[in-house]
């Protein structure tokens, strides 16, 4: 009698005759609630991380699928402006424009004007200058900002030693090959802080895509 209830009405009901049991009903969550439930936090992540799904497919289905002698060519198709910088990298099939003489101090600013562009830092060298050239720029500046997915940034990190990158400046091709790949710190400066008296190149990126934790930088040097 423990899980039943007798219902008598006082006042109303014999003292004689049918008594009613009744079980306490149970309430049960629906089956496709909890597999809602599940598959909730797979459906958010996919969300988040799809930019940098779409980057990967983009480059392993359609950059490294060119014939070499189309991306070897790639850095000359342009018209060249002598108001622009721009930042030409055959091996990913990259062409981007250049903002140049930008605060790397004031990210709120160049994170509002650098999506799909490079950023050159204020105070660093031009191309055929001596000293450094900086160029930096977010892959993604959060991996929860789907508004931002910089393809530019994202796709560097498969650069490697020997590859090629083309600076277009004041109507001129400058072109650098890469002798250095390494991720530092974020607070690490020695770098950027070396090599004043020639002329190098460093691209700067985020690394992993989508944090903020360490630098990728890839150096060139320029080929004469």
Known sequence: MA??????????SQPKGYVLVAEPKKFHFPKRFFSF????????????????????????????????????????????????????IPKIAVRTKVLVN???????????????????????????????????GHSTNSVFNLNFFNPVFYAVKNLEKGDLITLLYQGKLFNYQINEKKIVEADDLTDLRAGKDEEKLILQTCWPPGTSWKRLLLIANPIT
Request: charged share 20%.
């Open 3 to 12: 899980n039943e209830i007798i219902v008598f009405q006082s006042g109303v």
């Open 37 to 88: 439930l599940i598959a909730l936090p797979i459906i958010i992540i996919l969300y988040v991380i799809s930019p940098l799904i779409i980057g990967e497919i983009r480059y392993h289905l359609v950059v490294e699928k060119q014939p070499e002698v189309v991306r070897s060519k790639f850095s000359y198709i342009l018209s060249p402006n002598d108001n622009e910088m721009e930042l030409i």
């Open 102 to 136: 930008i605060d790397p101090a004031k990210e709120e600013e160049y994170n509002q004007i650098l999506n799909n562009k490079a950023a050159h830092a204020l105070g660093s060298s031009l191309p055929g200058q001596e000293g450094l050239i900086y160029l930096f």
